[in-house]
T-cell receptor, first 111, second 113 residues
Framework: GQQVMQIPQYQHVQEGEDFTTYCNSS?????IQWYKQRPGGHPVFLIQ?????EVKKQKRLTFQFGEAKKNSSLHITATQTTDVGTYFC???????????FGTGTRLKVLA | DVKVTQSSRYLVKRTGEKVFLECVQD?????MFWYRQDPGLGLRLIYF???????EKGDIPEGYSVSREKKERFSLILESASTNQTSMYLC????????????FGPGTRLTVT
């Protein structure tokens, strides 16, 4: 079946360092969403990418959708302690008509 | 503000018990979802519903059933709880269509002993 993998599973960074998580799908995606889950919280929507090669920015966060629409990345510049949490991608395929969530990347920021 | 509420934050049940988890949303969303979250496995879809009385199996429906009698309410039922169903259960809702974000409830941590 369709799989969406994320790497790395865990990442510890010093505050101020950059961070990137990668999302890879076994099938072509129609669109992809990114969510953030703070420790003890629930996933909260960050952004959606639809077009091949699309790049979107939210302050220090940069999201990219691959040309083949099978992978995506989230890059955080100069991490802060408020960035701590687990980041999930969720890919949608028109064939299954549902979102498949990635395995998540847990980010820890050391002050 | 969209609000998705779940009936319990923490639940402890015994093996073999019937368990009901309820989810209510207040934004008139057509879609509702049940996920379970386990370390290293991310969020896995159990069932979803796109309308009242309609349901679709997700990736791991075995051992679960659902009910949607009203648009705002989506229930997850564990007919006979087992220890491997110990997990965090998350409910979500969204507008109909592929491009709408999902709004999640706070989650129910279920322990089956």
């Amino acid at each position: 079946g369709q799989q969406v993998m994320q790497i790395p599973q865990y990442q510890h960074v010093q505050e101020g360092e950059d961070f990137t998580t990668y999302c890879n799908s076994s099938t072509t995606l129609s669109n992809i969403q990114w969510y953030k889950q703070r420790p003890g919280g629930h996933p909260v929507f960050l952004i959606q990418l639809v077009k091949s090669g699309e790049v979107k920015k939210q302050k220090r966060l940069t999201f990219q959708f691959g040309e083949a629409k099978k992978n995506s990345s989230l890059h955080i510049t100069a991490t802060q302690t408020t960035d701590v949490g687990t980041y999930f991608c969720a890919g949608f395929t028109s064939g299954t008509y549902k979102y498949i969530f990635g395995t998540g990347t847990r980010l820890k920021v050391l002050a | 503000d969209v609000k998705v509420t779940q009936s319990s934050r923490y639940l402890v049940k015994r093996t073999g018990e019937k368990v009901f988890l309820e989810c209510v949303q207040d934004m008139d969303h057509e879609n509702m979802f049940w996920y379970r979250q386990d370390p290293g496995l991310g969020l896995r879809l159990i069932y979803f519903s796109y309308d009242v009385k309609m349901k679709e199996k997700g990736d791991i429906p075995e051992g679960y059933s659902v009910s949607r009698e009203k648009k705002e309410r989506f229930s997850l039922i564990l007919e006979s709880a087992s220890t491997n169903q110990t997990s965090m259960y998350l409910c979500a809702s969204s507008s109909l269509g592929a491009t709408y974000e999902q709004y999640f409830g706070p989650g129910t941590r279920l322990t089956v002993t």
